[in-house]
Each structure stands twice: as C-alpha cells, then as structure tokens.
C-alpha cells in the first residue's frame, strides 16, 4: 500500500499562491487515482488526476487550482493561485482504487494545514 505525505501548507493573505505537495512511497499500482480533498466541517473532495493525466476540479476552484502530478518522483502536487478565505482548512491526498464504477479513496496522507486570511 502507498504511504503518502503532504506538504507545503501555510497561512496566507487573499490572492496568494500556495503549491501543496504529496510523497508517495511504496507505489505499485499504476492505475491510482490520485485526488486532492479539503476537510472543513466535512471532507470535500477539490481536484483529481487520473493515470492518463485526466483532471477533474470543483467548482469553487476551477482557473485557480492546478492538479498536477510528477510521475517520475511519485509526487502529486496542488498549485492554489488566487487564494479565498474559504478555501482554509486542512488537505488531504488519497490514492483512489477503481470499485463498483467509481473510485475509493483508500490510502491518505495526514494532511496538511491552509488558512487564508481576508
């Protein structure tokens, strides 16, 4: 199973950039899903990017968030331009399976804190 960790959170002004990344070890899947969520309240999922390089984003972060992913290094990355106070809270990333027609998010990192201030 992939262990992953993420980095690079912080505390920044609205309208700043922050780029999240995640180490992934011990990958040997090659059909992972790799997804990005944000926990507030709830787990929402933000961004994902598939074993073809197919991306998929949230509404609330479409043209500002970019998904990307270092195939090479096993690193996914997460480059947040134009920073809301609502997108605080802390970011998760998981490796999904594909299950039943969807995916499972089943392996996770511990997180990595954002908080954007207004």
């Known amino acids: 199973a992939p262990q992953l960790a993420e980095s690079g959170g912080g505390s920044v002004q609205a309208g700043g950039s922050l780029r999240l990344s995640c180490t992934a070890s011990g990958v040997r899947y090659r059909g992972y899903r790799w997804g990005w969520f944000r926990q507030k309240d709830e787990r929402a999922r933000v961004a994902w990017i598939d074993s073809s390089g197919s991306t998929w984003y949230s509404d609330p972060v479409k043209g500002r968030f970019t998904v990307s992913r270092d195939t090479d290094k096993n690193i996914l990355y997460l480059q947040m331009n134009a920073l809301k106070p609502e997108d605080s809270g802390t970011y998760f990333c998981?490796?999904?399976?594909?299950?039943?027609?969807?995916?499972?998010?089943?392996?996770w990192g511990q997180g990595t804190q954002v908080s954007v201030s207004s």
């Open positions: 998981a490796a999904g399976v594909q299950a039943y027609g969807t995916y499972e998010y089943r392996y």
